[in-house]
T-cell receptor, first 112, second 113 residues
Framework: DAKTTQPNSMESNEEEPVHLPCNHS???????IHWYRQLPSQGPEYVIHGLTSNVNNRMASLAIAEDRKSSTLILHRATLRDAAVYYCILRGYNTNAGKSTFGDGTTLTVKP | EAQVTQNPRYLITVTGKKLTVTCSQNMNHEYMSWYRQDPGLGLRQIYYSMNVEVTDKGDVPEGYKVSRKEKRNFPLILESPSPNQTSLYFC????????????FGPGTRLTVT
């Protein structure tokens, strides 16, 4: 299975941008890169996903490296409500289509 | 409102007493999946279903059964629960098993004594 690697934790100040990295060196050509976050005492929540091109939505931006072996989730202005565990996973059309492997994620702390 | 619902939300049971956790989605999604979450171990996939009557094992399927007889429902069955199945369980659904976002339910906290 294609695996992802993320830093265990990161800190940010409120109102500042946050760049959360994810490495996925074994990604296959049909794997989509998905980001989810989990707030305390809640289920995971979808943030954004992409295949090759950078993506923007109301929550965040996703920057994908040209070789697709890494990606970065960008929160443009962190708020206290963005404090959560952020997961980067791969979902694709390969033989393991349907499997979703969540790693440990990155715990984001936002300081006021 | 588009949602994934799980029942019950909380359950305390005893070892060996069969139980079923239900999961239902109202988005006509083909794909559904079950995860468990334990402290320090993150989210681990138990079983998933790509469509009706199509199910497959995730990373930790031992001790669990699932069925997908209709599109909207994907129950998780513990035939003989054991204390090591005490966990927080999440159901999720998505339009497909590949390039679409997953929607997660609110979770079921199960305690097996």
């Amino acid at each position: 299975d294609a695996k992802t690697t993320q830093p265990n934790s990161m800190e940010s100040n409120e109102e500042e941008p946050v760049h959360l990295p994810c490495n996925h060196s074994t990604i296959s050509g049909t794997d989509y890169i998905h980001w989810y976050r989990q707030l305390p005492s809640q289920g995971p929540e979808y943030v954004i996903h992409g295949l090759t091109s950078n993506v923007n939505n109301r929550m965040a931006s996703l920057a994908i490296a040209e070789d697709r072996k890494s990606s970065t989730l960008i929160l443009h202005r962190a708020t206290l409500r963005d404090a959560a565990v952020y997961y980067c996973i791969l979902r694709g059309y390969n033989t393991n289509a349907g499997k979703s492997t969540f790693g440990d994620g990155t715990t984001l702390t936002v300081k006021p | 409102e588009a949602q994934v619902t799980q029942n019950p939300r909380y359950l305390i049971t005893v070892t060996g007493k069969k139980l079923t956790v239900t999961c239902s989605q109202n988005m006509n999604h083909e794909y559904m999946s079950w995860y468990r979450q334990d402290p320090g171990l993150g989210l681990r996939q138990i079983y998933y279903s790509m469509n009706v009557e199509v199910t497959d094992k995730g990373d930790v399927p031992e001790g669990y059964k699932v069925s997908r007889k209709e599109k909207r429902n994907f129950p998780l069955i513990l035939e003989s629960p054991s204390p090591n199945q005490t966990s927080l369980y999440f159901c999720a659904s998505s339009r497909s098993g590949q390039g679409h976002e997953q929607y997660f339910g609110p979770g079921t906290r199960l305690t097996v004594t």
